[in-house]
């Protein structure tokens, strides 16, 4: 069941991207290289490719209710944004946990989270935590530590095939995770056991935290190093929806579905080039810098700059 | 004479998980090494091979968990906390899933040396919260830590023992209870795995001279029977602890907290590796050369009363461990 199918993926996108650059502007930095890159991917999922359930938390977000431990009920986990548990229903586990702010934009562009949840971001006490911890809105399980959320969801995918579920198991990550030998021992492991109920897409921007991939470690043909994993790989331009729709209705049989959405750091913020190739997390030098690129990308986005300072 | 099981860990296994739908038996390239070879063999529903890959298997088994899953990781003790131990914190410990690390070869008891030796585990796995740490001292555990390692709500590890194992109890393992296998005013000892063994080749040459040992076997490391240890340890001369690990973080610092913080005062040796690695070699001569033997026990109680013991090597060598069944049944009682 789709709570927004009322917008296009198009228009989710662009809120995405929009709700990420009002965030950052308010808040003097962020993670908005991020958005450029995954809003189609982010608009996709939420919009058109996952089957979920009405959420189970409040549209506003709960205080962090403690670590899980055998005595404390109060924990919960992020899950309940993605809907309940059941058989029929997708699960999603999003790895690259410091995209965080992006996903709570794009819960909330699709209706799953209050208009105004992001004034919780980053608040002490919270659970809209700056790097997505399990309890944050939208995290299923805990995925800061790059490369584990694939394994975890080639368990969870295992489980649900052996208990004949119908609900396919999502994983959204980024390439810089290929770096990690765990993505490799988890992709031989998944074509092994013929684990096809599990649908990844890679925002492939090609950046990781020192600056672009090519000049820390670069992993030259991507796609032909996933594919000869045996497992099916299809390399797109993640900023097209319909070769995205393609690619995800191209599963086989008894492989798992390896989507590498080839994306631009600064799509839709052409304004960002200009810091390449320093944009894992943008902040501002000065205040003139600041109001520069507040300008720029307003225009680019079509953003009233007056809404900027309705923080 | 006391009772040499054969592999006692691969038909505890298979009897207990074919009863249990839900539990699952996962290798990494271990699965003989591990006594699970028939399990996967006659039960292939139930076995995952995950291959040479840990830091996988470990995420992996989080996610079966997630869905209701019990799984039971089967590799070396040293390859369940070492290359993984990332994937321990965040795909399993800090979300409590029911996740069982059942650790082979713990210690010494393994000749591989420094690359297969878990000598820091139980340290390590201490410093994790959320987790419960087992370890089986004899077969009798090894067949009946099963059941209590799935009953417990979050993850445990296990040091499991294989191939022929001694069984020195005969009632089964008890979540965190101490055990008490003889009772004594002076000295109190305090032993666990491999160890308690090695404690009981002590008993009679002590008992003879007169020295009254209280006899106390961990199985349970983490959560631990506090008030059982604070009994015993009341009134006495001197505490020895005596265990297959670095003396940093595991038995004899846990013992040594308690003591401190219930202020005691008694005297405490911690017999085991002492702050070194060891290397590859026979468990008899690694138990002689690194002190964790009865000969070492002997000594340190002799430190702790300002006696000379005069207990040689043959004397020890003289395997009495029949006597154990009688402090057992005294326990029962």
């Known amino acids: 069941m789709n709570l927004s199918n009322q917008q296009s993926t198009e228009d989710v996108a662009a809120g995405i991207r929009k709700r990420v650059f009002l965030h950052t502007m308010r808040n003097n930095g962020g993670y908005l290289s991020q958005a450029c890159s995954a809003a189609e991917s982010l608009a996709f999922l939420y919009n058109e490719a996952l089957t979920l359930g009405e959420p189970t938390l409040p549209k506003v977000p709960l205080p962090f209710g403690g670590v899980p431990s055998a005595t404390n009920p109060d924990a919960f986990t992020g899950a309940g944004y993605h809907g309940p548990f059941a058989p029929e229903f997708d699960r999603l586990i999003i790895s690259p946990a410091h995209y965080a702010l992006v ?25 809209v935590e700056m790097i997505g911890a399990e309890h944050s809105p939208g995290m299923e399980v805990t995925t800061g530590s790059l ?21 396919k198991v999502w994983v959204y990550m980024s390439d810089g995770e290929f770096q990690e030998g765990q993505t490799w021992e988890c992709l031989a492991a998944m074509a092994y056991h013929g684990i096809d109920n599990v649908r990844v897409i890679v925002d492939v921007n090609r950046q990781q935290c020192d600056g672009a991939m090519s000049s820390v470690l670069d992993l030259g043909d991507l796609a032909a190093r ?28 008894g492989k798992p579905l390896i989507i ?32 520069e690129m507040q300008t720029a990308i307003a225009a680019e986005l079509g953003v009233d700059e007056a809404e900027i300072a309705r923080a | 004479m006391v009772e040499i099981v054969n592999r006692p860990y691969a038909k505890a296994f298979e009897t207990f998980a074919t009863a249990r739908p839900d539990i699952l038996c996962l290798s990494a390239d271990l699965t ?58 965040n ?122 040992v209280h006899h106390l076997h961990v199985s349970t490391l983490k959560p631990f029977d506090r008030e059982g240890l604070i009994k015993a340890a009341r009134g006495k001369k001197g505490v020895v602890t005596l265990e297959n690990h670095t003396i940093n973080g595991g038995l004899g610092s846990l013992v040594a907290e308690i003591l401190a913080e219930e202020g005691l005062g008694i005297k405490l040796r911690r017999l085991g590796l002492q702050d070194t690695f060891a290397h590859g070699a026979s468990k008899p001569y690694l138990m002689k050369k690194y002190g964790l033997d009865a000969s ?28 154990v069944h009688s402090a057992q049944k005294a326990e029962a009682l």
């Open chain 1, 103 to 127: 996903i709570y934009s794009a819960l909330i562009q699709v209706g799953r989270m209050d208009e105004h949840a992001l004034d919780h971001f980053n608040v002490d006490g919270g659970s």
């Open chain 1, 147 to 167: 490369a584990q959320g694939l394994s975890m969801a080639a368990g969870i995918a295992w489980a649900r095939k052996r208990k004949g579920e119908p609900g």
């Open chain 1, 226 to 253: 996933v594919a000869s994993f045996g497992v099916t790989c299809r390399s797109i331009d993640g900023h097209d929806l319909g070769a995205m729709r393609a690619a995800a209705d191209s599963a086989e049989p």
């Open chain 1, 260 to 291: 590498l959405a080839n994306t631009s750091p600064y799509q839709g913020m052409e304004f960002l080039k200009k810091r390449f190739p320093r944009l894992h997390y943008v902040r501002f030098k000065s205040a003139d810098e600041r109001r």
């Open chain 2, 32 to 89: 003989s090494s591990c006594e699970v070879d028939g399990f996967r063999d006659r039960h292939p529903d139930q076995f995952l091979s995950l291959g040479m890959a840990e830091q996988n298997m470990l995420s992996f088994a989080g996610g079966l968990a997630m869905q209701g899953f019990r799984p039971f990781l089967h590799t070396f003790s040293v390859f369940l906390y070492r290359r993984p131990y990332d994937q321990l914190i």
């Open chain 2, 91 to 212: 795909s399993i410990a800090y979300s409590n899933r029911q996740v069982r690390l059942m650790g082979f070869l713990p210690g010494i008891t393994t000749p591989g040396g420094i690359t297969h030796q878990a000598i820091e585990d139980i340290s390590v796995m201490r410093a994790i919260p959320n987790m419960t740490i087992l370890e089986c001292g004899d077969a009798t555990e090894v067949e009946t830590v099963l059941e209590v390692a799935d009953s417990i709500d979050g993850p445990v590890y296990a040091r499991v023992l294989r191939g022929e194992v001694p069984r020195l109890f005969s009632t089964p393992f008890e979540f965190n209870k101490l055990r008490t296998l003889s009772e004594g005013d002076d000295v109190l000892v305090v032993t666990s795995g491999v160890c308690t063994e090695e404690a009981l080749r002590a008993a009679e040459p002590l008992k003879a001279r007169g020295i009254g």
């Open chain 2, 296 to 323: 070492a026990l002997v000594s340190a109680i002799g430190q702790l009363l300002g006696k000379d013991l005069d207990i040689g090597d043959a004397e020890l060598e003289a395997v009495r461990i029949d006597t």
